[in-house]
């Protein structure tokens, strides 16, 4: 809802007795969002489940927001045109939003193909509490891991605007970290992502 229409509606954002900086010290870690990003079959969702469970082990309160999840129910209403792809991720942006007020990390696994989009949840949050993760793979080698038989669908037409094939897809320009998956196994790019989350201070 932008600004006019939550003028209109009288609105008002009520701050609790809580602060984020309360929780997060009950978490003993920073509130964050670990935003991965990139083809399907790049192997985000393995990635971040892989951080995931580590940092749980940890102790820390974490959360994986997969994009096949969240069209489950948050984002069932929405196609995967340009409109409803840019709508998907500004409700997911205003969803992680209220993670970080939480004190908990989570971690999205979304295409998220445009730069736009990503900027708009960046510019919702303060430094250091958005790490952009770009899992880049080649989308031929994708093909070869999908298990879902979606590219096949693509490459003869029956599935739409498919990012990668007949729908875009923007690497973004200066992320906090890229992994060549292609080139190295998901628990070395865990790792990595791992140290990224250790040198920002978000635990």
């Known amino acids: 809802m932008n600004s006019e229409a939550v003028k209109k509606n009288n609105i008002t954002w009520f701050n609790?007795?809580?602060?984020?900086?309360?929780?997060?010290?009950?978490?003993?870690?920073?509130?964050?969002?670990?935003?991965?990003?990139?083809?399907?079959?790049?192997?985000?969702?393995?990635?971040?489940?892989?951080?995931e469970k580590?940092?749980?082990e940890r102790g820390c309160s974490t959360y994986v927001l997969?994009?096949?999840?969240?069209?489950?129910g948050?984002?069932?209403?929405?196609?995967?045109?340009?409109?409803?792809?840019?709508?998907?991720?500004?409700?997911?942006?205003?969803m992680v939003r209220l993670f970080v007020d939480a004190g908990i990390i989570v971690l999205t696994a979304f295409i998220s193909p445009y730069r736009q989009d990503r900027q708009q949840v960046r510019s919702l949050l303060s430094d250091g509490q958005f790490l952009e993760i770009h899992v880049d793979c080649p989308p031929e080698i994708c093909a070869t891991r999908d298990q879902?038989?979606?590219?096949?669908?693509?490459?003869?037409?029956?599935?739409?605007?498919?990012?990668?094939?007949?729908?875009?897809y923007e690497p973004p320009e200066n992320p906090e970290l890229i992994i060549q998956s292609h080139e190295e196994d998901a628990k070395a790019a865990a790792?990595?992502?791992?140290?990224?989350?250790?040198k920002c201070g978000v635990v």
């Open 16 to 51: 609790g007795y809580v602060s984020r900086e309360d929780r997060e010290k009950a978490h003993d870690h920073k509130g964050a969002v670990i935003w991965f990003t990139g083809l399907s079959a790049s192997g985000k969702s393995t990635i971040a489940h892989i951080v």
């Open 66 to 72: 997969d994009g096949d999840n969240v069209r489950h």
């Open 191 to 198: 790792k990595k992502v791992v140290e990224l989350i250790e």
């Open 54 to 56: 580590q940092l749980h």
């Open 148 to 168: 879902k038989g979606i590219y096949q669908k693509a490459q003869a037409g029956i599935i739409k605007e498919f990012t990668g094939i007949s729908a875009p």
């Open 74 to 94: 948050l984002c069932a209403d929405l196609t995967f045109c340009a409109k409803d792809r840019a709508e998907n991720i500004r409700r997911i942006g205003e």
